[in-house]
């Protein structure tokens, strides 16, 4: 009795393998070696060379590799919204003057619990007003009223 594997048992021995490591880990790496090596083993049954069974199993893990971000992407992320984060986050969030806005050399606002130096668009401003973030510019917020922020978008729309 002969028990050298064939080389279809050790494509499935190898699937096996990456299939447990995939459940073990996370992040569908291994999956699609498994089911490259699954092919391979399904082609080695069928009488294909190892040459030719090396090279299938490279271009499914491949395609497969190449593919899922694209398919994860399209079925989970369909609906999310992008998240903003650091400065770009700031924009279009209310901060509170903590020292008047003048115009020559601007003040202070309070914006997530941090100061920044900041300029307006709107204008002198006193301390305890709340504004706009309109842009940053290094680490100058360029704020504006809120109420003035309105009148500018609806003026565009008239204009329009």
Sequence with gaps: MDLTPTAWQLWLAAALVFGALEIKLSGFVTLWFAIGAL???LASALGLGIDGQLLLFTVVCGALFAASRTLFKEAFMR???PLRTGVEAMLGQDAVVTEALLDPQGGTVRINGELWAARS???PMGEGERVTV?????LKLWVRRP???HEVL????EGA
Aim: hydrophobic share 35%.
């Design 121 to 123: 668009l709107s204008g």
């Design 154 to 157: 609806l003026q565009k729309k």
């Design 79 to 81: 609906t999310a919204t």
């Design 39 to 41: 092919v391979a083993s």
């Design 147 to 149: 109420t003035a922020r």
């Design 134 to 138: 309109e842009q940053v510019e290094g």
